[in-house]
């Protein structure tokens, strides 16, 4: 059975050990050497990185997120070993884990993160398409005259190099299909690489629940749990029209599926559909100041992204939730695409303007949609309002010194509000 050491990269026969490093890492499987599907998932990213540059966290409990009233983005293995997870309220998270040390996100420099990996995996193949900041599917079909080394190889190297020139580990799936592969990089984490074969597929679905099916949440587990459908070989039981007759088109895709089927190709073009930010407040505000304030640094993290993907939008939607947990939301559609902080900031707090006094307010977001790439931004400016070149003229100034001096090198005074 064709093997592969995680540490040195050698071709092995099956063992518990190395032959040449010793290294007990070791990888076996019929396909391993001809698959080509593969996707890489970072272990807990942002928690990671933190740990990454404050050494004297490694091994607390960490979570990212914003106060006792927000949402853990992510949290490190400790944390969930105690049952932390993604999306989960602060104070329940607190409650499970009351010694976490909680962090609120640093997106600028899980960006920078994510550009370095991003290089690595362009390095592979070509054929990469970004999930998120910490995961990708790669297509590395045809890359073995390339780099002299098959797709499995490669990607040892590449978890490896993360690892050596970053501090940052990550898990890979490796399959025909990028849904299998989905499912195989989840298996094994942190620093895990799994395999799912074509001949295995059937044996290894028939048993598994349906929630591993990416995508279904809990009100579409609810809708098959009550159609009797629990695990795959529920769902192999059903006939395909039986299936889109009950559930519409996730119907046919959960056919195919539980037969292990998935066309899509890794679509290196897939565009991002939106860049947007949010907050969840400590407790309920309406002062115009401090949300103010809020607005305008969210319009900056908005604007940066939308400058570091070579984007803008022609649509600026502000975003809010009352304290009965209402939310109400707003877009305005641009004349010109952008991707200003100033003319985000603005035209959210116009939108804000409009129902600002319905607050007090539990959370605030603002964001860009219907992107275009940057060329086509900021094209005719703004004849109602002369001055607008001109803090267009500032902001990239401005720009420029906090790419050269930090984020903090320069603030506006309304972000210390």
């Given at each position: 059975m064709p093997g592969l050491c995680r540490d040195c990269f050698e071709q092995v026969p099956p063992a518990r050990r190395c032959p040449s490093c010793g290294s007990p890492r070791l990888l076996h499987h019929p396909e391993l050497f001809d698959l080509t599907i593969a996707h890489m998932d970072c272990d807990a990213f942002y928690a990671s990185v933190e740990k990454r540059d404050n050494p004297e966290l490694a091994d607390k409990p960490v979570i990212i997120g914003g106060g006792r009233r927000g949402v853990v983005s992510t949290a490190c293995y400790v944390a969930r070993i105690r049952g932390v997870r993604s999306a989960m309220p602060m104070f329940q998270a607190l409650k499970l884990c009351p010694d976490a040390v909680i962090i609120k996100p640093r997106m600028e420099v899980y960006a920078e993160a994510s550009r370095k990996i991003r290089a690595m995996m362009d390095a592979l193949t070509p054929v990469v398409q970004p999930l998120s900041l910490d995961e990708a599917f790669m297509d590395l079909s045809g890359t073995q005259r390339l780099h002299g080394a098959p797709p499995a190889v490669m990607l040892a190297r590449l978890v490896r190099r993360m690892k050596d020139e970053l501090g940052l580990t990550g898990s890979i799936g490796l399959s025909h299909n990028k849904f299998l592969a989905k499912v195989a990089s989840?298996?094994?984490?942190?620093?895990?690489f799994s395999?799912?074969?074509?001949a295995e597929t059937a044996d290894f679905l028939r048993d598994k629940p349906v929630r591993l099916i990416w995508g279904i949440g809990p009100s579409a587990q609810a809708a098959l749990e009550t159609a009797g459908i629990r695990s795959f070989a529920d769902l192999l039981r059903w006939?395909?029209?039986a299936l889109v007759a009950r559930f519409g088109s996730m119907g046919a895709r959960l056919w195919h599926l539980a037969r292990g089927e998935d066309a899509r190709r890794v679509d290196a073009r897939e565009p991002v559909k939106?860049?947007?930010n949010e907050t969840t407040f400590s407790s309920d505000t309406a002062d115009p100041d401090?949300?103010?304030?809020?607005?305008?640094r969210m319009a900056e993290k908005v604007s940066d992204r939308a400058k570091a993907k070579g984007l803008a939008g022609r649509v600026v939607t502000l975003k809010l939730k009352r304290a009965d947990h209402r939310i109400l939301t707003r877009r305005l559609s641009l004349r010109d695409a952008t991707q200003m902080a100033d003319t985000v900031y603005r035209t959210a707090r116009a939108l804000f303007d409009q129902v600002g006094a319905q607050g007090?307010?539990?959370?605030?977001?603002c964001g860009l949609s219907d992107?275009?790439?940057?060329a086509q931004a900021d094209i005719s400016g703004d004849l109602l309002d002369p001055g607008a070149i001109r803090r267009a003229g500032a902001e990239r100034a401005t720009d420029e010194i906090r790419r050269r001096f930090g984020s903090d090198a320069i603030l506006k005074g309304r972000a210390l509000r």
């Open positions: 989840d298996l094994d984490k942190p620093r895990g395999v799912i074969g074509r006939e395909q029209e939106s860049i947007s401090l949300l103010d304030g809020h607005l305008w007090p307010y539990r959370l605030l977001g992107l275009v790439p940057a």
